[in-house]
């Protein structure tokens, strides 16, 4: 059972997919997952779609609102399919940050995230970041109510071992890679902002 959504102010299809169709590459956080799991049910609405591959459908991006959407019992889920290995323009770091510096040392294999989400050998909770050459933020606010709800089903084979110590310094971690993040475009930003100046007063002369 397959369904277009559409999108508003997008021209990226959103795909109604069966949610057991989806396979995840990496573990979740049980913090962080039932916070997402609470908003969810507090808005009534899905913001986002999830990102997926199109010919294996192994996630890429919105693990935990596949993981919340579950636990709540959902059988469908909005779902953005692009073709991975046909797609240059997406890649897969470790950090947010790069998004903007290309390191080959810091680049994971898009080979890699498939086979783990083939395999069901999971990687540890957000160990990749992946980068599309469209915006991950488009908005969608789906209802809940047209997911098709049934019994609430079982998803710890999907979540990490972590106390709940080790969840909140995981957050922890996550919002330093946001500020480490700002940070980089910050200084960014002044330096362009130079650089104009510059140019205008070369061309005033």
């Not at 508003?8 to 979740?28: A, C, F, M, Q, T």
């Not at 993981?67 to 997406?90: C, E, H, M, S, W």
Request: include cysteine.
């Amino acid at each position: 059972m397959t369904s277009t959504v559409l999108v508003e102010k997008s021209n990226l299809r959103v795909d109604l997919l069966p949610i057991d169709k989806l396979k995840p590459h990496e573990k979740g956080s049980p913090l962080y997952l039932e916070i997402l799991r609470q908003e969810i049910l507090r808005d009534g609405i899905l913001r986002h779609p999830i990102i997926a591959d199109e010919k294996t459908h192994v996630i890429l991006d919105g693990m935990h609102r596949w993981l919340a959407l579950r636990k709540l019992g959902y059988t469908l889920i909005p779902v953005v399919l692009v073709d991975v290995f046909q797609n240059p323009k997406i890649r897969v770091g470790k950090k947010r940050i790069h998004r903007y510096i290309v390191d080959s040392d810091e680049e994971t294999p898009v080979e890699k995230v498939i086979s783990a989400g083939l395999s069901g050998c999971l990687m540890n909770p957000r160990s990749t970041r992946h980068f599309f050459h469209f915006s991950k933020s488009q908005r969608i606010n789906y209802p809940l109510h047209l997911l098709q709800k049934t019994s609430p089903q079982d998803v710890s084979k999907y979540l990490a071992r972590m106390t709940r110590e080790e969840c909140a310094f995981a957050i922890k971690e996550w919002m330093e890679e946001i500020y480490e993040e700002l940070e980089f475009l910050t200084k960014r930003k002044e330096e362009v902002e130079r650089e104009m100046e510059e140019f205008l007063n070369r061309v005033r002369m």
